[in-house]
Nanobody, 119 residues
Framework: QVQLVESGGGLVQPGGSLRLSCAAS????????MGWYRQAPGKQRELVAA???????NYADSVKGRFTISRDNAKNTVYLQMNSLKPEDTAVYYCNADLAVGLGVYDYWGQGTQVTVSS
């Protein structure tokens, strides 16, 4: 069974840092792009950051300079380092990956991890 498992969310004060991790497991042939999305209450899910298999990255304007996405291909894991967190970063964060499984490439989502930025 292929799955994405996230960890690292929690409660942090404004200005603080958190590191999210997402590990892909199962019968995976290869992993293409990986990314992090977030959804705040009453808002649509939005892209936070993405990284290709070659390491090229893309960020939402709201997190540029504060968040860093990286991946460890040997561990099938993607990370999101979040610094200088703001209350408006509060959301459920979801991992996303394009995984080659069997004869096809499929879009997978993690279960989500809550990030709350509050004093």
């Amino acid at each position: 069974q292929v799955q994405l498992v996230e960890s690292g969310g929690g409660l942090v004060q404004p200005g603080g840092s958190l590191r999210l991790s997402c590990a892909a497991s199962g019968s995976i042939f290869s992993i293409n792009a990986m990314g992090w999305y977030r959804q705040a209450p009453g808002k649509q899910r939005e892209l936070v950051a993405a990284i290709t298999s070659g390491g090229s990255t893309n960020y939402a304007d709201s997190v540029k300079g504060r968040f860093t996405i990286s991946r460890d291909n040997a561990k099938n894991t993607v990370y999101l380092q979040m610094n200088s967190l703001k209350p408006e970063d509060t959301a459920v964060y979801y991992c996303n990956a394009d995984l080659a499984v069997g004869l096809g490439v499929y879009d997978y989502w993690g279960q989500g991890t809550q990030v709350t930025v509050s004093s």
